[in-house]
């Protein structure tokens, strides 16, 4: 069993700063790719930020130059760190981490999903 717990979140106003953080836990053997997207009211989930197992970054065009994904692998757990915070960036950001159960088993676990809202 793996677990996937978020932190961070909450309300900003516009041009402000958050940091969210996620781990996981459990029957771990390696993490490959570690995601964070985001939601937002009447919209799909979309791909936010994603970082491969060897650090490789990749954003989405709204959030490039303003949002800063991590990743401790020691600590099994990312990071997104986000700033010049826009009303459009209100959404529930969710992580997503594809974990190796064992050596050729992959599976995709969730973050329970994070709020964040940007005032304007």
């Known amino acids: 069993q793996v677990q996937v717990v978020e932190s961070g979140g909450g309300l900003v106003q516009a041009g402000g700063s958050l940091r969210l953080s996620c781990a996981a836990s459990g029957s771990i053997f390696s993490i490959n790719a570690m995601r964070w997207y985001r939601q937002a009211p009447g919209k799909q989930r979309e791909l936010v930020a994603s970082?491969?197992?060897?650090?490789?970054?990749d954003y989405a065009d709204s959030v490039k130059g303003r949002f800063t994904i991590a990743r401790d692998n020691a600590k099994s757990s990312m990071s997104l760190q986000m700033n010049s915070l826009k009303p459009e960036d209100t959404a529930v950001y969710y992580c997503?981490?594809?974990?190796?159960?064992?050596?050729?088993?992959?599976?995709?676990?969730w973050g329970q999903g994070t709020q964040v809202t940007v005032s304007s």
């Open positions: 970082i491969t197992s060897g650090g490789i970054t």
């Open positions: 997503r981490f594809v974990v190796a159960v064992a050596r050729s088993d992959q599976r995709i676990y």
